[in-house]
Every structure is written in C-alpha cells, then in structure tokens.
C-alpha cells in the first residue's frame, strides 16, 4: 500500500502571543492554507505555543516545512514538521 501524503504540518515552540491569524498569514506565501488552528488550554483558552496548519496540497506543506523549521518567529525557534495521523484519518473510521 502507498504511503499516504500528508497535507497537514505540526508547529511546535510558538510565541504564546501567536494568533491564528498570524499562524495562517505565515504559512500562507507557500499556498493555500486550508486550516490554521492553535492548541488551547481548555481551563485558560491560553495557546499552548503549537498548532497545526493544513495545505491544499502536499507539495505547499513540503515547501512550507522547508522555508519555516528552524525559522526564528517572534523571537522563538519555530520546529516544522509533517502532522502524525490526520484527523481527516480518524474521521474515516467513524
């Protein structure tokens, strides 16, 4: 079976002043960015400094990766790297 490409990208060591509208506009010069999404604390509704950004396609998500791991962001080294397990996936077995 051929390994499924992935659109989707895990951002890790966000400023925790980032938005998601910052999140989007970053990673927007390399495609259409589909989602930009933040992961929140669910007693606070702070960001945890990580999220995830979904391309159109695959090759927008490589690109993008490429260009902003180990970019420095508001002061912080962002890490860039493919999403593991997509929620589309999960979506699928329901």
């Known amino acids: 079976m051929a390994k499924k490409l992935c659109s989707e990208l895990f951002i890790s060591k966000l400023s925790f002043y980032t938005s998601e509208n910052e999140l989007k506009r970053l990673f927007s010069p ?5 989602q930009a ?8 509704q702070r960001p945890k400094g ?3 950004v979904k391309f159109e396609k695959e090759a927008e998500a490589q690109k993008a990766l490429k260009a902003m791991n180990g970019r420095i962001v508001q002061g912080r080294m962002i890490f860039v790297e493919f999403a593991q397990g997509s929620t589309d996936d999960a979506n699928k077995n329901t």
């Open 37 to 44: 999404r933040l992961i929140r604390d669910p007693k606070t």
């Open 30 to 34: 390399f495609g259409v960015v589909k």
């Open 50 to 52: 990580f999220g995830f």
